[in-house]
């Protein structure tokens, strides 16, 4: 049994966020307690969206929710993303970079397979908004943030905040 009840939000450099998440082989109480400590701290911090390693979990989960309520948030475990339509550069930031944004080139429109809490597979299909969520989480799980997909100029300009948050991280450790 893991405790998940007290997970709290993860920021770059933590390594977790780096590496890939490992598949949920078993939908348990613990993972259920996991799923709703995501959706509160998503909530919590204004986000639409937030992924397993950005709770300190290296596990293929993330939750979405569009309009930021609870209400609306869904639970997606070990999900798969098929990709389609043009590709669409736009706005983005992420609660594991703070004061880190940058226009990000996303699918305009995607599928997602995933497993439920109940233990069933559904489908959804996804675009704009939406879209852009599932594109942004799914890449939490294989290690990826958007410090790694922004343009040229955007990278030289996040390069100061991102060593203030290693400098941030070094100075007070986990
Ligand atoms: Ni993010």
Do not use: W
Request: with cysteine; net charge neutral.
């Amino acid at each position: 049994m893991t405790d998940y009840s007290t997970c709290m939000i993860t920021q770059y450099p933590t390594p977790v966020l780096m590496g890939k998440a490992k598949p949920i082989e078993d939908i348990n109480n613990d993972i259920r307690q996991l799923a709703e400590r995501m959706i509160n701290i998503m909530v919590e911090t204004k986000g639409i969206g937030l992924a397993g390693p950005q709770a300190g979990v290296s596990l293929r989960i993330f939750v979405v929710s569009i309009d930021g309520t609870k209400e609306n948030a869904r639970v997606y475990i070990n999900p798969t993303i098929e990709p389609e339509g043009k590709v669409v550069a736009n706005e983005e930031g992420c609660l594991s970079l703070p004061r880190i944004y940058g226009k990000i080139k996303r699918y305009s429109k995607c599928t997602v397979t995933a497993t439920d809490l109940d233990g069933n597979e559904f489908t959804e299909a996804g675009e704009g908004l939406l879209a852009r969520a599932f594109q942004h989480e799914h890449d939490h799980l294989e290690g990826r943030m958007i410090k790694d997909r922004l343009g040229y100029a955007a990278k030289l300009r996040s390069k100061r905040l991102l060593e203030e948050l290693e400098a941030k991280y070094e100075g007070n450790p986990k």
